[in-house]
């Protein structure tokens, strides 16, 4: 039986889409991280994940943050566009909507200080976890768009 030839542009246009949706898994893993930093807190905490700027949080009966769809999206689109980059790996049209929403995401990451809502006192930064977020996810936007000009 002869075997068959695979593509070097196939193989080349498979392994970068698997780095791309390697990088969203971890763009979206960095949910857990730092996200947003007080540098001249008045209270004692003065560095919030990415899950409390995300969906909310309270302490000691006071609502700091409330709910942000901007947020949650900044960390939710880097991990939806990783599985449409793999499942939709032979559509241009998926990988190009993978891509768009990789960069979107990223470019939310950047934002997330000026999307927080809530009590909040003082001038939010953006923490170290939003940053690594932000760049992964935008480099898995490039190397999306990559794996389709691949494509034959």
């Not at 930093?37 to 990415?50: E, H, L, V």
């Not at 930064?125 to 898995?140: E, P, R």
Request: proline share 3%; glycine share 10%.
């Amino acid at each position: 039986m002869a075997k068959k030839k695979r593509n070097n542009s196939e193989l080349i246009s498979w392994a970068v889409a698997i780095f791309a949706a390697a990088c969203g898994v971890a763009a979206f893993f960095m949910i857990f991280g730092e996200s947003v930093k007080f540098p001249n807190a008045i209270f004692s905490k003065d560095s919030y994940t990415g899950l409390q700027t995300a969906f909310g949080y309270t302490a000691y009966g006071v609502e700091i943050f409330k709910s942000s769809a901007g947020v949650s999206l900044a960390f939710i689109f880097p991990l939806v566009a990783a599985c449409a980059a793999v499942i939709g790996k032979g559509c241009k049209i998926v990988a190009f909507l993978a891509a768009a929403m990789f960069i979107t995401g990223g470019v939310l990451a950047f934002c997330i200080p000026s999307l927080l809502v809530g009590n909040y006192v003082g001038d939010p930064a953006l923490g170290v976890c939003a940053t690594v977020s932000g760049v992964l996810s935008v480099v898995a936007g490039v190397t999306e768009c990559a794996s389709v000009w691949l494509k034959k």
